[in-house]
């Protein structure tokens, strides 16, 4: 069962371009939601996250929006640099209980690649 | 470096040997996370440590898998009689139990079983 879907698999932008990525999710009980970027060879780094009580957020050039009654959030990249070329994966998690946890469910991940 | 570190970063072994990858967690942070990525996938959790107590275990985590953090610090993943489909990148994650319990990932380990 996929829990957070993620579309496009892949994206081309031109430089100084927008970059838009979509998740959504199935499982209301998620409440807290991030996005991560991951570089070949890497691991995932934590970019912006966001909590279902606002429906926006945004640093620097990224910005997460997030439709809580579609089940739906997106990460955009404004002024997309070529640097930004990597894998972005949105994710979902919800507290486990009396355990503290907070496995995250990935999506499949979106490969950005930013032309100069 | 006040990161999360894992070593080996890669390893190549043969089907049906013992592996063992080990992870350092951001020093402060009592919430451990071990997760197992696929070539083109997501991470998938495996199994998750509050300090010492290993307090969930995924289902991905079969009984050739074990983990352990004794003393609430590093964590180290073992695989047993390794099999060709135990391929993939096995990252440890860390994070406080206190805010938005972010997770930061370490550079991970690259297993290769021939």
């Known amino acids: 069962q996929q829990q957070v879907k993620q579309s496009p698999q892949s994206l081309i932008v031109q430089k100084g371009g927008i970059s838009i990525i979509n998740c959504a999710y199935e499982n209301t009980a998620f409440d807290y939601f991030p996005w991560y970027q991951q570089f070949p060879g890497k691991g995932p780094a934590l970019l912006i996250a966001i909590r279902p009580d606002v429906s926006e957020k945004k640093e620097g050039r990224f910005t997460i929006s997030f439709n809580k009654s579609a089940k739906q959030f997106s990460l955009h990249i404004m002024d997309s640099q070529p640097g930004d070329s990597a894998t972005y994966f949105c994710a979902a998690s919800r507290r486990g209980g009396d355990t503290g946890r907070r496995a995250l469910t990935f999506g499949s991940g979106t490969r950005l690649q930013v032309q100069p | 470096d006040t990161g999360v570190s894992q070593d080996p970063r890669h390893k190549i072994t043969k089907r049906g040997q013992n592996v063992t990858f080990r992870c350092d967690p951001i020093s402060e942070h009592n919430r451990l996370y071990w997760y197992r990525q696929t070539l083109g996938q997501g991470p998938e959790f495996l199994t998750y440590f509050q300090n010492e107590a290993q307090l969930e275990k995924s289902r991905l985590l079969s009984d050739r898998f074990s983990a352990e953090r004794p003393k609430g610090s590093f964590s180290t993943l073992e695989i047993q009689r390794t099999e060709q489909g135990d391929s993939a990148m096995y990252l440890c994650?860390?994070?406080?139990?206190?805010?938005?319990?972010?997770?930061?990932f370490g550079p991970g380990t690259r297993l290769t079983v021939l």
């Open positions: 994650a860390s994070s406080p139990s206190r805010g938005d319990n972010e997770q930061f």
